[in-house]
């Protein structure tokens, strides 16, 4: 058995520039020799480079897909001063004084959210590429990644929370289509149908 991904949903998101930095020198794990980096408009793509030849160059890898946004960031608030908020949070009248602006900058974010079919896409490599996800995941700041994976000896759970580990467990519950069938409608047997 190979390693696999079943489940997946991520709501990360970190500065675009944190991205890269990350891949200037990632300690990627055995099978990925190197990862391209792609950026079409708002999409950044990610994807796997076999470290051999045993995976055809025509076979697409495992990539992970994020979209970029921007995010005003603002620099801490000034002090109130006068024409600020008063003490009980209400604007004091009657200053003369323009107000303080708030240094801010526009910072590009990549967001790696929704399910394991749109941020891990295909099935070659895939479970590498997880683990770099993984990776991104401890560094961010903002989200959560929770991802259900089987490993050559094991079914783990997977849960980051702001880029800290956290517990998480499986829990094995009954699949619906094992359920009796005498309760839905027999449609072969109808006598409504004809």
């Not at 500065?15 to 990350?22: I, K, R």
């Not at 990632?26 to 990862?35: A, M, N, R, Y």
């Amino acid at each position: 058995m190979t390693s696999r991904v079943y489940r997946l949903h991520s709501t990360l998101e970190l500065p675009l520039e944190d991205v890269h930095e990350y891949f200037d020198n990632p300690d990627l794990p055995d099978g990925i020799e190197d990862v391209d980096i792609t950026r079409r408009n708002n999409t950044l793509i990610i994807s796997a480079v076999p470290d051999d030849d045993s995976i055809s160059k025509y076979t697409p890898t495992a990539q992970l897909k994020a979209s970029v946004t921007e995010n005003r960031v603002y620099e801490e608030e000034p002090e109130p001063g006068p024409g600020g908020p008063s003490p009980n949070g209400g604007p004091q009248w009657g200053s003369l004084e323009e107000e303080e602006e708030i240094e801010s900058e526009l910072v590009e974010y990549a967001c790696f959210k929704g399910d394991r079919e749109t941020v891990l896409q295909n099935s070659a490599l895939q479970y590498e590429m997880f683990e770099v996800l993984c990776q991104i995941a401890l560094r961010s700041e903002k989200g959560t990644l929770t991802a259900v994976a089987a490993t050559e000896e094991d079914i783990e759970a997977i849960r980051i929370v702001d880029g800290e580990r956290r517990p998480a467990s499986v829990t094995v519950v009954e699949d619906p289509s094992d359920a009796d069938e005498d309760d839905g409608v027999d449609w072969r047997s109808n006598e409504f149908i004809s």
